[in-house]
């Protein structure tokens, strides 16, 4: 019997190399008179060791990474293929790496040891078992068991998930007919890759994730909205869904049950504000992504007019687990209202960025230290933005904070989708607060005002003071001006645009008082 070798096929392994690699180590092995077999399997979220190459053994999989083409054969001369630990890339058994071994993995607890668009694989690994329970219960029970897990919106607005399908399961179409489910798969935000990893590397979960959903609120249509940069999570989900359907699991008579769900992916706008559920809608519908006014809440009014659930990825995901376990299972998990685990994303300046899936309560300090060991560059740290471009930049003095929603919003901060940006010591944080009206400029849908006018005006001001142009009378201005777009504006694009800039100003003040030569402008 051959020996199981696994390699990657996610974006982020693909970007290093891994289809090469594959290819290459499988001509050497070849060469060699032995033979393996190479599974493409998803990644385990310890980017900094992509492509990782995983063996094996009868004592488990013995990882080695990063590997390049260059390490074949060093690899194979020292005993790669029977999981030896001599050489100097091998971490030793991939369960025992610390970075993984210390996390708690209830969403991604497959990721990366299954092949994504293996059924088998998905079913062997405790796959369709929440499904098979929901489809033996009424659509108010799968309801409460969602509410009773505590799980919370994982697109950022944390908003309980149980009250929201309980609104679709009683709202009543208006064409006496259809609901919908709709997954929000376009994550725009900066350092996020969450629901990337869960499409390219599990992508199973969230289809049975979905068709609960559409049991639960009595839909039999759902879509998931795609960022259209992602063309490998698109190709695997749509493997994905098509094995689903022909294996029963998905289509007309759902394994028997006379229950109905259909399944598309529909490739999203390129925009930003897309990722805005209402705009989503809009999008979907074939329209220009623009922010509706709410309310109706697309629970009751969604699309095509029709009650509508739209969650998240990571959201629809945790539902096999809830289904599967109970929802005390899940809620045993995390603190407070903050219950479950959230997949924490560590990118920017990072030595060991990747995904971390953990209970809520632990400090962002751990996460930056225990996980992700300092900054790339070994300079200190000096800001760090969690929550994606819309949120505050953090100094020093908050990074004791817990990682619960609560705590985060006590200290005028935010959780959103879990994406975690680390800046050291030599970011210019005027820029950085420049960088936040920059992007509202080019991401606004243009509906409201204070959004589309105002950002434009935010860039004009705080370029002056980057000039020392009227510099304390353009800070009155700034603040001013922040608080009419929260104040004004439609959404949250525009709404919560302002709280970097804020931060930035409040707790790194000395960067908006350098001169010309300072500042390079």
Same mark, same amino acid.
């Given at each position: 019997?051959?020996?199981?070798?696994?390699?990657?096929?996610?974006?982020?392994?693909?970007? =290093?190399? *891994?289809?090469?690699?594959? #290819?290459? =180590?499988?001509? *050497?092995?070849?060469?060699?008179?032995?033979?393996?077999?190479?599974?493409?399997?998803?990644?385990?979220?310890?980017?900094?060791?992509? %492509?990782?190459?995983?063996?094996?053994?009868?004592?488990?999989?013995?990882?080695?990474?990063?590997?390049?083409?260059?390490?074949?054969?060093? =690899?194979?001369?020292?005993?790669?293929?029977?999981?030896?630990?001599?050489? %100097?890339?091998?971490?030793?058994?991939?369960?025992?790496?610390?970075?993984?071994?210390?996390?708690?993995?209830?969403?991604?607890?497959?990721?990366?040891?299954?092949?994504?668009?293996?059924?088998?694989?998905?079913?062997?690994?405790?796959?369709?078992?929440?499904?098979?329970?929901?489809?033996?219960?009424? #659509?108010?029970?799968?309801?409460?068991?969602?509410?009773?897990?505590?799980?919370?919106?994982?697109?950022? !607005?944390?908003? %309980?998930?149980?009250?929201?399908?309980?609104?679709?399961?009683?709202?009543?179409?208006?064409?006496? #007919?259809?609901?919908?489910?709709?997954?929000?798969?376009?994550?725009?935000?900066?350092?996020?890759?969450?629901?990337?990893?869960?499409?390219?590397?599990?992508?199973?979960?969230?289809?049975?994730?979905?068709?609960?959903?559409?049991?639960?609120?009595?839909?039999?249509?759902?879509?998931?909205?795609?960022?259209?940069?992602?063309?490998?999570?698109?190709?695997?989900?749509?493997?994905?869904?098509?094995?689903?359907?022909? !294996? $029963?699991?998905?289509?007309?008579?759902?394994?028997?049950?006379?229950?109905?769900?259909?399944?598309?992916?529909?490739?999203? *706008?390129?925009?930003?504000?897309?990722?805005?559920?209402?705009?989503?809608?809009?999008?979907?519908?074939?329209?220009?992504?623009?922010?509706?006014?709410?309310?109706?809440?697309?629970?009751?009014?969604?699309?095509?007019?029709?009650?509508?659930?739209?969650?998240?990825?990571? #959201?629809?995901?945790?539902?096999?687990?809830?289904?599967?376990? &109970?929802?005390?299972?899940?809620?045993?998990?995390?603190?407070?209202?903050?219950?479950?685990?959230?997949?924490?994303?560590?990118?920017?300046?990072?030595?060991? $960025?990747?995904?971390?899936?953990?209970?809520?309560?632990?400090?962002?300090?751990?996460?930056?230290?225990?996980?992700?060991?300092?900054?790339?560059?070994?300079?200190?740290?000096?800001?760090?933005?969690?929550?994606?471009?819309?949120?505050?930049?953090?100094?020093?003095?908050?990074?004791?904070?817990?990682?619960?929603?609560?705590?985060?919003?006590?200290?005028?901060?935010?959780?959103?989708? &879990?994406?975690?940006?680390?800046?050291?010591?030599?970011?210019?944080?005027?820029?950085?607060?420049?960088?936040?009206?920059?992007?509202?400029?080019?991401?606004?849908?243009?509906?409201?005002?204070?959004?589309?006018? $105002?950002?434009?005006?935010?860039?004009?001001?705080?370029?002056?003071?980057?000039?020392?142009?009227?510099?304390?009378?353009?800070?009155?201005?700034?603040?001013?001006?922040?608080?009419?777009?929260?104040?004004?504006?439609?959404?949250?694009? $525009?709404?919560?645009?302002?709280?970097?800039?804020?931060? !930035?100003?409040?707790?790194?003040?000395?960067?908006?008082?350098?001169?010309? !030569?300072?500042?390079?402008?």
């Amino acid at each position: 019997m051959s020996v199981k070798v696994y390699i990657p096929r996610d974006t982020t392994s693909l970007a =290093l190399g *891994a289809d090469h690699l594959a #290819s290459e =180590l499988a001509a *050497a092995v070849l060469e060699r008179g032995e033979e393996i077999e190479i599974i493409r399997n998803g990644s385990r979220g310890l980017f900094w060791l992509e %492509p990782m190459v995983e063996v094996e053994t009868s004592a488990g999989r013995i990882a080695y990474g990063p590997v390049e083409t260059k390490d074949i054969d060093t =690899l194979l001369d020292a005993g790669l293929i029977n999981g030896e630990t001599g050489h %100097p890339l091998c971490q030793g058994l991939t369960e025992e790496i610390p970075y993984l071994k210390k996390q708690q993995r209830l969403t991604f607890a497959r990721a990366g040891i299954t092949d994504p668009v293996s059924l088998e694989d998905y079913q062997a690994h405790d796959g369709f078992k929440g499904l098979k329970k929901a489809l033996q219960m009424d #659509s108010q029970s799968i309801v409460n068991e969602v509410k009773t897990s505590g799980l919370r919106g994982r697109g950022g !607005a944390a908003f %309980p998930t149980g009250i929201k399908w309980q609104t679709v399961l009683d709202a009543q179409p208006t064409d006496g #007919s259809q609901k919908y489910i709709v997954c929000n798969a376009d994550e725009g935000d900066s350092g996020t890759f969450a629901d990337r990893m869960v499409m390219e590397a599990d992508p199973y979960m969230l289809i049975e994730g979905m068709t609960i959903a559409g049991l639960a609120v009595g839909a039999d249509q759902g879509y998931i909205y795609l960022r259209s940069e992602y063309p490998v999570a698109h190709q695997i989900l749509n493997e994905a869904i098509e094995k689903a359907e022909a !294996a $029963g699991f998905l289509g007309v008579d759902i394994l028997g049950s006379g229950k109905t769900f259909n399944l598309e992916v529909r490739l999203g *706008a390129k925009a930003y504000i897309c990722g805005e559920e209402t705009a989503l809608l809009e999008s979907l519908e074939g329209k220009r992504g623009m922010v509706r006014a709410k309310p109706p809440l697309p629970a009751i009014v969604g699309l095509f007019g029709q009650p509508t659930i739209v969650n998240n990825v990571l #959201s629809l995901a945790a539902i096999p687990y809830i289904l599967a376990e &109970g929802g005390h299972a899940y809620a045993d998990y995390g603190q407070g209202r903050s219950l479950g685990t959230l997949p924490f994303q560590l990118a920017g300046n990072i030595k060991r $960025g990747g995904l971390i899936e953990m209970a809520f309560g632990l400090t962002l300090r751990e996460l930056l230290e225990d996980f992700g060991g300092g900054t790339y560059s070994g300079r200190p740290m000096r800001a760090v933005q969690v929550g994606g471009p819309l949120c505050a930049y953090l100094p020093e003095s908050q990074w004791d904070t817990e990682l619960d929603y609560e705590a985060f919003q006590a200290i005028g901060a935010g959780l959103g989708h &879990g994406g975690v940006v680390v800046f050291d010591d030599t970011v210019d944080m005027s820029e950085q607060a420049r960088f936040s009206m920059e992007f509202c400029v080019e991401e606004s849908c243009g509906k409201c005002t204070p959004c589309r006018i $105002g950002s434009t005006r935010g860039v004009e001001v705080i370029d002056r003071i980057r000039n020392n142009e009227n510099r304390d009378a353009n800070m009155d201005l700034l603040s001013d001006l922040c608080e009419t777009m929260i104040d004004g504006s439609l959404c949250a694009m $525009g709404g919560m645009t302002p709280f970097p800039v804020q931060s !930035a100003v409040k707790h790194f003040p000395e960067d908006f008082q350098k001169d010309n !030569a300072e500042t390079g402008a």
